[in-house]
């Protein structure tokens, strides 16, 4: 559930540890990122949820659904593949995105980052230059994306990467 956090039962100096060597990861893959070709950089993806709620205007009604996934390719140019989906189950969310790291985010601690409400142009934008910027685990993404991130179980998790 989105808000709540695992209570971690582990001594606050290992913590800080782990953290460390988060941060280090985190730095080295972003080291990494800048010498690497922009090809590398492609290597994000944008799994566009276009089932039965998302993009259908009966269900969220007042958004260009037709032009959302031209407009996000768009905005996001060479650093990411943005594709359409099947239902992802979370319907209630719609319209849901999932942004994925490229290899060297997902080296970099990065994971798949789950958008809801995503209806509007601003929402679009803010995704786009967060891909532009390397995307999860190279790149911290605007703030405002906060208010659209949710959790879901890990059977919906695993569903996507199957
Ligand atoms: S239609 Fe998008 S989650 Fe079901």
């Not at 798949?112 to 967060?130: E, Q, Y």
Request: some cysteine; aromatic content about 4%.
């Amino acid at each position: 559930m989105a808000g709540v956090s695992p209570c971690w039962p582990t001594a606050p100096r290992t913590i800080g540890r782990m953290i460390s060597n988060a941060d280090r990861r985190a730095s080295e893959a972003r080291r990494a990122a800048s010498r690497a070709p922009r090809a590398a950089a492609a290597a994000c993806k944008v799994t566009v949820c276009r089932g039965c709620c998302c993009g259908d205007a009966r269900k969220v009604p007042g958004v260009d659904h037709a032009g959302q996934i031209a407009r996000l390719r768009e905005a996001v140019g060479t650093s990411a593949a943005v594709r359409a989906s099947d239902c992802l189950d979370v319907c209630d969310q719609a319209n849901v995105m999932v942004v994925q790291p490229s290899p060297q985010g997902r080296a970099a601690g990065g994971r798949p980052v789950w958008l809801g409400l995503v209806n509007d142009d601003d929402a679009l934008a803010d995704i786009a230059s967060w891909l532009r910027a390397g995307g999860p685990g190279i790149a911290e993404p605007p703030g405002v994306l906060d208010l659209y991130a949710f959790t879901v179980s890990r059977r919906v998790r695993e569903a996507l990467e199957d």
